[in-house]
Nanobody, 123 residues
């Protein structure tokens, strides 16, 4: 079972990035997916999730109006579209999966984690 996150990079303030998280070794549609991030010296922060049962997205208040999570079951991939990026969005971004239907905001409820992809927003 493996998650592979990609799409990070260096972007200017106000720019956009789309992160991808490909899954292998699991039945993608049976997992609730989420994105987290961790900035240097800070705790891990939940950003967004999408339920395996309802496919309804949920977002942290800090990113609700700028980020969008989506999934493509045929490609076993979940995406995080990030717009209007700010310097405070600079962090390592992680995707995570859990077999339960509920989108938990705590990382310890997730069973599988990707390796992380660095996003740097320059001002």
């Amino acid at each position: 079972v493996q998650l592979q996150a990609s799409g990070g990079g260096l972007v200017q303030v106000g720019g956009s990035l789309r992160l991808s998280c490909g899954a292998s070794g699991l039945t993608f549609s049976s997992y609730t997916m989420a994105w987290f991030r961790q900035a240097q010296g800070k705790e891990r922060e939940w950003l967004a999730g999408i339920s395996r049962t309802t496919s309804s997205p949920s977002y942290a208040d800090s990113v609700r109006d700028r980020f969008s999570i989506s999934s493509d079951n045929a490609k076993n991939t979940v995406y995080l579209q990030m717009n209007s990026l700010k310097p405070e969005d600079t962090a390592v971004y992680y995707c995570a999966a859990r077999t339960g239907a509920f989108v938990h905001r705590r990382g310890d409820f997730y069973d599988v984690w990707g390796q992380g992809t660095q996003v740097t927003v320059s001002s």
